[in-house]
């Protein structure tokens, strides 16, 4: 043991402490680069499944609506937006949730939804409605048969509707670009 040191290794105490401080600094280097390496590994999957998850609900929403839009028709016998094919504002949808004074409020069976819904970036959905009448054949007899087929959709994450909305043959396909939708068809 050298003169004036305290230990068995013949080190100065200071000096000790000196090295345990740079290895405390040593050691905090290393975790904020293991932690910023984890975070840029992460970040990707989290906002992916953040954009899904936006992308799901606004799909489930216009199936929502589309299916009370249809409901509202067996019920009422006519569109929320009587007139129109292309239901896109609120006023029309709101015919939903509360009995309006227009024609067939006095079968209205409501509500539908419990609130008109906005698409997860802030932007309302748009509806558009296609009937088509035919005959068919039932039973050894004709009769008219009713379709309807109603496009709900979210403009999406671009927050610009793609899809033609003013065409009735969108109804035909799937919502085009980053717009999401559903498509709900059948009898009327």
């Not at 740079?22 to 680069?33: D, H, K, Q, T």
């Not at 499944?49 to 019920?75: F, H, M, W």
């Not at 949730?97 to 006095?106: L, T, Y």
Request: proline share 7%; hydrophobic share 35%; charged share 25%.
């Amino acid at each position: 043991m050298e003169p004036g040191s305290d230990d068995a290794s013949g080190r100065d105490p200071h000096q000790r402490g000196a090295e345990a401080e740079g290895s405390s600094f040593r050691e905090m280097l290393i975790a904020v680069a293991i932690l910023s390496i984890l975070s840029a590994t992460l970040s990707p999957l989290v906002l992916g499944y953040v954009k899904n998850g936006r992308r799901a609900q606004a799909a489930s929403d216009a199936q929502l609506i589309a299916r009370a839009i249809r409901e509202y028709r067996r019920d009422t016998g006519v569109w929320p937006a009587p007139g129109a094919r292309k239901i896109d504002t609120p006023g029309a949808l709101s015919a939903l949730v509360e009995r309006g004074a227009g024609s067939g409020a006095d079968r209205w069976q409501g509500p539908y939804l419990e609130t008109v819904p906005i698409d997860p970036w802030g932007n309302p959905y748009v509806c558009r409605v296609r009937e088509a009448r035919r005959a068919a054949r039932r039973g050894g007899s004709w009769q008219r048969a009713d379709q309807a087929a109603v496009l709900c959709v979210s403009a999406g994450p671009n927050q610009q509707y793609d899809t033609p909305m003013d065409d009735a043959s969108a109804l035909a396909r799937e919502p085009a670009g980053d717009d999401v939708g559903f498509l709900a068809q059948g009898g009327s």
